[in-house]
């Protein structure tokens, strides 16, 4: 079967697992706060000297919206928000850190949003101040923040670079003006080069930028020439996601419509194209959606073997717990998921009454997570493996099953002990993990829960 039938048959909804279970299929009646603070401690109790912990902390507010964006988001041109909103991350940490009876080792520290940088430098040097007089720094930490090129000033690289900040993730998505103007994320080659020269100079080690394929309006001409503007700045990382249509779930996608996103042959062209012109460029392909020079450390996780996906993506390094603070933030124990409600008044009030503010969550039994470990190995290593006779669990070996006729279809190879992505069915990861996702083929959704594969 040539690819442009594969990409045909295997454009369905798939979730992008960044975890497992995905969130739709966490079971409510395993969790509960005191089963969550358990998890939490066990855990830390487990790992935190040997291999720190992860701080995830969103930043939700915007000064305008992104029509495609699917993050949670707040709107508003009011700064005033930000001295509270840090204040109520700060007692929440706290919260977490009195369950500790160590400091906590904090290996990986990632603000998101949001726009994070709609926080003044000095705000954000607060933030990490009140977060580190409770924390210390693990030996190999490494901090990152998300920041908006029209927005991220000299002030914001300068302040956070010397709190230990040395990666910064610019959110590009497309140069061609049309794209810019009907998605409302809108910044100029000039601005986001200043940007990135900026954190050069600062001494930023890493310098990523996000593209997406698939907007409305896009064109291949367009993609070319966004692609070409990108490989003159060099960016040490490169996200090329797909964009995901989920107007049930923003509404602000409904600012257009089905007829104004490329059809199905433009998008697989767009794909392909953009992937060929950035390897040529030097970059080469790691995991899923993701392209990074040989220098960058995510090229070196993959090579090694370590690489390693979370809710923040992919990443070089690995710790167990992974705390996420601020409105929406999804925590991850391992063998535990709980994420904090959605709305920022919901989420400030939980914390005032001196609550963890999480509203639902998934404690892993052990099918979970034994496919946890085979999934995250797939979209991490293109490769996993059993031993016979040693997994016997049902829903296993019944996602085997399924995974014969992918095997069928070129996308993997599969024997008794193993599995390997072939070339082909590197750009069908989300599909193969499918097939081992039980929790979805127990419950087929009858409503749309994710975005399309391709």
Known sequence: MNTKALIQKYNVAAPRYTSYPTVPFWDQATFNQENWAKAVVQTFNDSNTSDGISVYIHLPFCESLCTYCGCNTRITVNHKV??????????????????????????????GGGTPTFFSAENLKQLIAGIFALADR???????????????????????????????????????PRVQLIINRIQSYEEVQLATQQARDAGYTSVNYDLIYGLPLQTLEGLQETINYVLQLKPDRIAYYSYAHVPW????????????????????????????????????????????????????????????????????????????????????TWTGFAQNVKKVEDYTALVEAGEIPVFKGHI??????????????????????WALKTEQHP??????????????????????????????????????????????????PTTPLFSMAD
């Open 249 to 332: 779930i923003k509404p602000g996608q409904r600012r257009y419509t089905e007829k104004d996103l490329p059809s199905s042959a433009l998008k697989q062209q767009l794909y392909e194209v953009g992937r060929e012109m950035l390897k040529a460029g030097g970059y080469t392909e790691v995991g899923m959606d993701h392209f990074t020079l040989t220098s960058d450390t995510l090229y070196a996780a993959a090579e090694d073997g370590g690489l390693h996906r979370n809710f923040m993506g992919y990443t070089h390094q690995y710790s167990r717990l992974m705390i996420g603070l601020g409105v929406s933030s999804i925590s991850d």
């Open 364 to 385: 892993l039994d052990e099918a979970d997570v034994l496919l946890r470990q085979h999934i995250l190995n797939i979209m991490c290593k293109g490769e996993t493996s």
């Open 138 to 176: 693990h030996p190999d930490a490494e901090f990152s923040f998300e920041g908006h090129p029209g927005n991220t000033r000299k002030e914001h690289l300068a302040t956070l670079f010397d709190l230990g900040f040395k990666r910064l993730s610019l959110g590009i998505q497309d140069f061609d």
């Open 82 to 111: 930000e001295e509270p909103y840090i204040a109520t991350v700060l007692k929440e940490w706290s919260y977490y850190v009195a369950l500790f009876k160590d400091r906590p080792q904090i290996k990986e520290l990632h603000l």
């Open 395 to 444: 829903d296993f070996y019944e996602g085997l099953e399924r995974m014969e006729l992918l095997a069928l279809d070129g996308l993997v190879t599969l024997n008794d002990q193993h599995l390997k992505v072939t070339e082909e069915g590197k750009r069908f990861l989300r599909n193969i993990c499918m097939a081992l996702d039980a929790r979805l083929w127990r419950n087929q």
